[in-house]
């Protein structure tokens, strides 16, 4: 029986459609502006594969299925900028950019909560504006600069930023998860608005969800680093 990397192979268009009628899983890889098809093998629900990118035959790149993985997936090259390191990756076209954070490049402070843009936790700053990382592909991220709380302490998180410190001087986590997208949302609003009111942190921060209710105290951690 051929291994998962043994089945990817490049096909022809032709063989494309053949395949798709045959119910095989393909994905298309966009570089330097030649479209290539491979085929990547069906993967049961979270499995990992291997995909050869068959047009510079020099890199691997490994996929991992989603929870809805029995369907035809198109996968695409993308690259990003994220935490100031150019990442150029192989991501299937239906992936949130959340997903593509977490299963691939592995940045778990990015938490999936409520996956429909309701409550805030999965929130990172791309182009300097708080995104709800749920509801944007990671194909349509192509080319954006993006932050993350790995990001934004210096030195890859070695060094706390003044909100991560602010956060355990006013003890704003309970349990701690909603902590990531509070202090991303409040990231970008100090970076656009160093002095902020009240009201301002209140609004910027009303899309965020903290279940354990420590709004008081959220407010004012990021009121002691950019308070008016
Ligand atoms: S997980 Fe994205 S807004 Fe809730
Ligand atoms: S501290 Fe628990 S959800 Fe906010």
New binding site residues.
Partial sequence: MASQSEEVQKVTRRNLLKGLGAGVVVGAVAVAGVEEMVRIPALPSGQTGTVTNTVTNTTTTTVTAGTASAVPVLSKVITLTVNDVPQTMLVPSNWTL?EVLREQLHLFSV????????????TIIIDGKAI????ILAVEAEGKKIVTLEGIGGDYGKNLHPLQQAWMTYQGTQCGYCAPGFIMAAKALLDAKPHPTTDEIREALSGNICICGNYKKTYQAVASVGGA
């Fill in positions: 959340l938490k999936q909560g409520c996956d429909t843009g309701a409550c805030g936790t999965c709800n990382s749920c509801q």
